[in-house]
C-alpha cells in the first residue's frame, strides 16, 4: 500500500512542477504582449488596471468606482 502511496505522491508533484513550469511560460507570454503594447505607446499600468476591471463583476466594479468617487470628493480631487 505504502509503494501505491509512494506513486500517487510521486505523479502529484510531477504534474504540480508540469503546471508550475507552464505557468511560467505563460507569465513569460503576457511579460513579452505587455512590452509590445509598450513599445506601440499604450500604457501598460492603464492596461492593468483595465483588465482588473473587467475581471470584476459589473455590480462591484460600480461599487468600487462610486466608492473612489466618493474619496476623490472628499480629497477635493474630484
Known sequence: MAEA????LR???????????????????IRDV????KAVGYDTKIMRQVIRLRKMKPDERSE??????????ALGMG
Not at 468600487?64 to 470628493?73: N, P, V
Request: aromatic share 6%; charged share 50%.
Open 5 to 8: 502511496t509512494d506513486d500517487r
Open 11 to 29: 505523479l502529484l508533484i510531477e504534474r504540480i512542477e508540469r503546471l508550475e513550469e507552464e505557468k511560467k511560460g505563460i507569465a513569460d507570454d
Open 34 to 37: 505587455y512590452a509590445e503594447a
Open 64 to 73: 468600487q468606482e462610486t466608492i473612489l468617487d466618493t474619496y476623490k470628493a
